[in-house]
């Protein structure tokens, strides 16, 4: 393939990256709303771990970071929420 199709391919796969990243947010938003009328907290460190180890298995170590960081974004996304920002 030449490379203006290959990246071509890249920025529809970041498109649709960026699109389940939003959608990701909402629901985000969505939790830290039953989290705030259940009283939970933004952070479940046992569900955090559970979701690292199976990104490892799946993706190894490029997989676990990708979920690291989504996982960390998705705090953001709450704990901005329970501040009412």
């Known amino acids: 393939m030449e490379l203006q199709k290959l990246r071509n391919e890249i920025n529809r796969i970041d498109g649709e990256m960026l699109a389940l990243l939003e959608r990701r ?9 039953c989290k705030r009328e259940n009283g939970l ?5 046992a569900r955090e771990t559970e979701k690292l180890h199976e990104a490892m298995e799946r993706g190894g170590a490029a997989g676990q970071r990708l979920v690291a960081l989504l996982m960390a974004l998705g705090r953001e996304e709450q704990e901005r ?5």
């Open 41 to 45: 907290p933004v952070r479940d460190a």
């Open 81 to 85: 929420l329970l501040r009412g920002e």
């Open 25 to 33: 947010l909402a629901v985000c938003r969505d939790i830290a709303e």
